[in-house]
């Protein structure tokens, strides 16, 4: 059997590191793109530019919240405790929210940074409200954060 | 807390002292100049038409015109030129006018810029024709003839030209049977083989097929002379008199690098004289006088009389109050630890004229919802830190988000402390506790505080809402839509502890249920009313959840604290493992502190927006803007002093 309490728990780790992770680069990625255009315009729009294409990447950290959670839970960092596997399910299951949640939600949210940029480029006052925007697609992230660390914290 | 109190402005002067007049208006800094409105019916009257506006319009379009030649000329000069890392110019106001009289003469330097971008233009493009050529020329190298002997003699006929690389080796092979024709392989390139090849008159039939089953490609070479090898080597040369030119280009404009300066002044004047322009193209002209309307605070009225005496005897000065609904420009004034927060509020929208300056209750939240998602003692030093000093060296607006950061930082030692954090686990590495609970080990109640404090804060916002109601005198509103709710939301935490809590959210629920749809016509519309009423329980409940985003991104920074914090113990070792430790350490701490201190600012930012600015908030104002001095390069010696 492959697919012990252990593995299914890395598994779980795994998972809520790479997508979210995934998400992130791409949300950042899109806002980075699109900030690359306003500042060869514009150069001092750098600072605006780079706080839109940052507010995707958080998702990639609660990802690796999780993930590390589950870690220090099943103690990576000085011999894996044993598990059993349902215990281990138990894990890869509480790594999921987080996991899609964050991949879809910085998709989306590199998305609005990325209108947050144009309307920089024409408004460069209107930052804060381009920030705003941005954030609302995070506190989807957000809750998905917090019932995967409520259950991988109390397994 | 306070929107200060304007007054509207009328001036009439005489058109002769209009400049001096606007000159003062925007040396001080106390007056805004708005559109004038005429009074209705005017247009019938006979002098009507002697009026003028807007006729600054040719001047302004002619600055604008020039400050964008200024602004390429600088642009040009930047990336050619190595500047030194700008400081700003200190000048003298008998510089600028030396400036402005010298007008002409700087422009002809940003001409100059022009014509050397334009000849760079050219240049370049020319390279890229001449570029092409060799590269035309390259295949034909191994031809050791002039072109100009490729020419057809009385019994034979001279070809060069190329067949697709994959046909090469059969056309070679088509061709070698004949005796009487010559092929030569120059060679290859890319798609396609060159060849030289040359056959006796009477083979024309068999040649023709050939070119045509083997898609051979005449080569043309125009009127060029002398073989391949000659010619690559004469545009060569031509290329490399191009890099002289554009060399030679480069260095006098390094020359013009030493009136930047001038440049520099000169956009800063231009730039201030436009926006005189602009502001006086708001005013209405006769031959001899102008009018214009602005606001001024009411403080500053004296002053402003004093200003325009200082530059002329003639002219008269009329203060108004706003009318009742007339909104007027917002100038929010609060004393030092609000101050700063004034960006927060104003990011989201100024507050409108006839509402209330909300940044007192705006401060302390938003200060204790940064501090607590970074909720670290080390993090908060830095940021109390780099606050403090941005807030010393930076001016405006970048200055009040200093002071944000600065007080942020502060608050969030004070939850560090309580929360035991000091550079995440470092402090519990060492054994010291927190004051009130750790949060990694207690979460729960760490979530249930994060919901409380949101719970205490909407609770806040509609309180400053009922503040509003009864300052205008609704006090039956202030109990009917905020006490009932008061009653009821307080109520309902409160069953779980006391029996009597059930009561009081009845009684608040109840009087919701009668009273919400009071506005309603009849007894239907007014139960309906209450009920859709009761059911916006559910908006709070979303908006105390929403609240939760405290304890996620505390958590979230104080985790990514501990990883970093764990790598390095795990490198640890050794002296170079310390070093490398120390390395991770500092790196791992400097993004967590970049990262979670903007996500902190943001999602503070939010709740004071979305949550807490939904229960009373009015914004739409317009924001308080006298013409003043705005500059990008320069400072004048007399405000240094101030």
């Excluded at chain 2, 605070?297 to 402003?304: A, C, G, I, P």
């Amino acid at each position: 059997m492959i697919f012990t309490g252990q593995v299914l728990a890395v598994i779980g780790i795994a998972l809520a590191v790479i997508l979210p992770g995934i998400g992130s680069a791409m949300g950042v990625r899109n806002a980075g793109e699109a900030g690359a255009g306003v500042v060869t315009e514009d150069p001092d729009k750098f600072g605006q530019v780079l706080i839109l294409e940052l507010l995707p990447g958080t998702q990639g950290i609660y990802g690796l919240l999780v993930g590390f959670i589950i870690m220090t839970k099943i103690n990576v960092f000085g011999g894996m405790i044993d598990l059993s596997q349902a215990e281990g399910m138990l894990y890869l299951a509480g790594s999921l929210p987080i996991a899609f949640v964050g991949l879809l939600s910085a998709i989306q949210q590199g998305k609005v940074s990325t209108a947050g940029v144009s309307m920089i480029a024409k408004r460069p006052k209107e930052v804060g409200k381009a920030m705003i925007l941005s954030a609302m697609v995070e506190t989807y992230a957000v809750l998905a954060l917090l019932a995967s660390f409520l259950v991988v914290y109390f397994i | 807390m306070a929107i200060i109190d304007m007054s509207k402005v009328d001036l009439l002067g005489l058109a002769k002292d209009k400049e001096r007049i606007l000159q003062a208006f925007q040396d001080t800094g106390y007056l805004e100049i708005v559109d004038m409105e005429l009074p209705e019916g005017m247009e019938d009257e006979e002098w009507f038409s002697s009026l003028s506006f807007q006729a600054g319009n040719e001047t302004i379009e002619r600055l604008e015109r020039e400050i964008s030649e200024v602004e390429f000329a600088l642009r040009f000069l930047d990336e050619r030129v190595q500047a030194d890392q700008e400081k700003k110019l200190l000048v003298s106001a008998e510089d600028l006018d030396a400036v402005w009289a010298d007008k002409e003469e700087i422009l002809s330097i940003a001409q100059t810029c022009r014509d050397f971008d334009a000849e760079e233009n050219e240049i370049d493009s020319r390279r890229h024709r001449l570029r092409n050529e060799v590269n035309k020329y390259m295949p034909w190298l191994g031809l050791n003839l002039s072109l100009e002997d490729l020419e057809d003699t009385a019994n034979v006929i001279v070809r060069a030209g190329s067949v697709p690389k994959n046909m090469a080796a059969e056309f070679i092979a088509a061709v070698e049977p004949y005796e009487m024709a010559i092929l030569k392989e120059l060679g290859e390139e890319k798609e396609d083989a060159y060849f030289f090849v040359a056959f006796h008159k009477s083979l024309r039939q068999e040649a023709r097929e050939a070119a045509k089953k083997f898609d051979f490609t005449q080569a043309n070479f125009g009127d060029d002379k002398g073989t391949p090898e000659e010619i690559i080597a004469g545009l060569e040369k031509k290329i490399e008199g191009l890099f002289t030119q554009k060399n030679l280009l480069q260095h006098r404009a390094e020359e013009l690098a030493g009136k930047r300066a001038g440049l520099m002044m000169l956009l800063d004047v231009m730039h201030m004289r436009l926006q005189r322009e602009k502001a006086a193209n708001q005013s209405v002209a006769s031959a001899k006088t102008f009018a214009l309307k602005g606001w001024v605070k009411n403080s500053d009225r004296q002053t402003l009389e004093d200003i325009i005496k200082g530059t002329t005897e003639f002219y008269k000065l009329t203060y108004s109050a706003p009318e009742d609904d007339e909104p007027f420009p917002v100038y929010t004034e609060n004393k030092l630890p609000v101050t700063p927060f004034e960006m927060v509020t104003n990011l989201y929208s100024v507050p409108a004229s006839n509402g209330i300056d909300p940044n007192n209750v705006v401060a302390p939240f938003h200060a204790m919802f940064l501090g607590l998602m970074m909720g670290d003692v080390g993090y908060g030093i830095l940021l109390a830190l780099g606050g403090f000093f941005f807030r010393k060296k930076a001016t405006g607006g970048a200055k009040k988000l200093g002071g944000v950061i600065m007080y942020g930082g502060i608050a969030s030692i004070i939850w560090g402390v309580l929360l035991g954090s000091y550079f995440g686990d470092v402090g519990t590495r060492l054994g010291i506790k927190p004051l009130l609970l750790n949060p990694m080990e207690d979460p729960v109640t760490m979530l249930g505080l994060s919901l409380g404090l949101g719970f205490i804060h909407i609770m806040v916002g509609m309180g400053v809402k009922a503040y509003m109601l009864i300052k205008e005198k609704k006090y039956l509103d202030a109990v009917f839509d905020i006490g009932f709710w008061y009653l009821l939301l307080v109520g309902l935490p409160l069953i779980a502890l006391f029996p009597w809590g059930k009561y009081l959210a009845l009684v608040g629920a109840g009087g919701l249920l009668l009273t919400a749809g009071r506005e309603k016509k009849n007894i239907f519309g007014k139960l309906m009313g209450g009920l859709g009423s009761l059911y916006g329980i559910t908006g709070y409940l979303s908006d105390i959840l929403s609240y939760s985003r405290l304890f996620a991104l505390l958590l979230s920074s104080a985790v990514v604290a501990m990883v970093f914090n764990q790598i390095a113990a795990m490198m640890g070792t050794s002296i170079i493992g310390y070093v490398f430790a120390a390395i991770i350490f500092v790196i791992g701490h400097t993004f967590n502190l970049f990262i979670g201190g903007l996500g902190a600012f943001v999602h503070g930012s939010r709740l004071i927006y979305v949550e807490f600015f939904s229960k009373f908030y009015m914004g739409g104002g317009h924001a308080f803007d006298p013409l003043h001095k705005v500059t990008k390069y320069i400072s004048l010696e007399n405000e240094e002093a101030k």
